[in-house]
């Protein structure tokens, strides 16, 4: 390191502040007939606006990088198809779940590896999903690349979840 002016100058790309990581780096993208920009924060999650309705999930959706797109299409279909009235909403850029006056049961989030689906009432699912967490409420089911979705149990823990009181419940 060169010292300027009494202070330790790093070299470009080392220290704190370094961008090296490509996992730190905000990409941006565009997505939908618009061509709106995205950008994909830390391990691909796509930053949406806080906004409540299909039309915020749907575009984080589409935001979703590579294979992960996929696996949030086919969540957010079998949600759906499941409990046919769900509310849906984008808050801390990640896709909610919800029942009308019952508050959130489910939201999922993009990470590098894997899509974590959170179940907030996780831990009165029978069986409970696999993921522990440090609430003692809520569980986590966790997908990777090329794993298969094992639907049946998805929609049981789905009915059993939307019949719980949910997070921020009024």
């Known amino acids: 390191m060169k010292r300027v002016g009494g202070r330790p100058k790093a070299k470009p790309g080392t220290g704190r502040g370094s ?34 309705g299909d039309a915020p999930v749907q575009a984080y959706i589409a935001a979703m990088p590579d294979w992960k797109r996929t ?5 957010d279909a079998l949600i759906v198809r499941t409990l046919p009235g ?10 909610f779940y ?3 006056g019952q508050g959130w049961f489910l939201a999922f989030h993009t990470f590098t590896r894997y899509v974590k689906v959170t179940f907030f009432q996780g831990a009165a699912l029978r069986p409970m999903p ?7 409420n809520t569980r986590y ?12 149990q998805l929609a049981s823990w789905l009915k059993q979840a939307a019949a719980l009181p949910g997070f921020l419940a009024p």
């Open 130 to 136: 696999p993921g522990p967490s440090k609430d003692k």
């Open 71 to 75: 696996v949030g299409e086919r969540l």
């Open 19 to 52: 961008r090296t990581s490509t996992s730190r780096k905000a990409v941006t993208r565009r997505i939908g007939t618009a061509g709106q920009k995205v950008v994909l924060l830390s391990g691909g999650n796509p930053q949406i606006a806080k906004a409540d």
């Open 98 to 100: 919800g029942i009308e």
């Open 86 to 95: 769900v509310r849906k909403a984008v808050k801390w850029n990640s896709p």
């Open 141 to 152: 089911l966790d997908i990777h690349e090329g794993e298969g979705l094992d639907e049946a």
